[in-house]
C-alpha cells in the first residue's frame, strides 16, 4: 500500500495530506501525538488506516465527530478529504489535551482545511447529535458508547477501529448495551477490523 491507494481524491487534497504528515512530524518531536517508531510507516499506519474509515459510509454523513482526535487521525485525515468528496459538511474534533489541541487548530489553519476543534474531554460538552462519532486507539469499546452515546443523532453511527481483541470487547460490551455492528475488515492491517455500530439503546 501506498499514497496513491486513496479514495480517488484530488493532487491537491494528497498535497495537503502530504502536509499535514509533514506538520506532525515536526510537532512529535516536542508533544507525543503519535509512537515515534510508527513515523517510518506514517502513511500506512496512520493516514491510510484512517481514510479506511470514509469507506464504511456514504455521502448522506454531514457531521462527523471524532474523540480523542490527538495527533488528528482519522479526524484531521475526514476533513482534509471533505471538500473532495462532498462529505461530512461538519467535521468536529474533540480533544481535552490543550497541546494537542493547539496542533489541530494548527493543522487546519496551515493547510486551508475547515473543521471545528473542541478542547474540552467529550463528557463535559452539549450533545452534538452527530451522524458518524469515531474514535481511534482511545479506550474499549464498553467506555467508547458510553462516551458517544450522548452525541449521535438519532440514526447516528460509530466507527471504530479496533484491533485482535475486538471480538471479546463486543461481549464486554454487550452486557451493558444493545447495538448492531458490522466487524469490516481492515485493509492496513491483518487482524483488525471497523467495528460500525448503529442502533444503540441501554440494556
Given at each position: ?123 463535559g460538552i ?5 451522524d458518524v ?71
Open positions: 500500500m501506498h499514497e496513491g491507494d486513496t479514495l480517488g481524491v484530488s493532487r491537491e487534497t494528497l498535497d495537503k495530506l502530504r502536509s499535514f504528515a509533514n506538520l506532525l512530524e515536526k510537532w512529535n518531536s516536542k508533544i507525543n501525538l503519535v509512537a515515534k517508531s510508527t513515523l517510518s510507516d506514517l502513511w500506512v499506519r496512520h493516514v491510510q488506516d484512517s481514510l479506511q474509515l470514509l469507506r464504511c459510509v456514504g455521502n448522506e454523513v454531514d457531521h462527523w465527530a471524532d474523540i480523542g482526535a490527538g495527533g488528528g487521525f482519522p479526524g484531521l485525515v475526514i476533513a482534509i478529504c471533505a471538500k473532495d468528496l462532498g462529505y461530512p459538511q461538519k467535521v468536529t474534533l474533540i480533544e481535552s489535551d490543550k497541546r494537542k489541541a493547539a496542533f489541530l487548530r494548527a493543522v487546519l489553519r496551515e493547510v486551508g482545511v475547515a473543521g471545528t476543534v473542541i478542547p474540552a474531554r467529550i463528557e452539549p450533545p452534538l447529535k452527530a462519532i469515531s474514535a481511534r486507539a482511545l479506550a474499549a469499546l464498553s467506555r467508547l458508547l458510553e462516551l458517544a452515546g450522548p452525541h449521535l443523532s438519532s440514526d447516528g453511527i460509530c466507527l471504530f477501529p479496533k484491533g485482535v481483541n475486538w471480538k471479546s470487547e463486543v461481549q464486554t460490551a454487550s452486557l451493558s448495551w444493545h447495538f448492531e455492528y458490522d466487524a469490516i475488515p481492515s485493509v492496513t492491517e491483518s487482524d483488525a477490523v471497523i467495528l460500525k455500530i448503529k442502533g444503540l439503546s441501554r440494556v
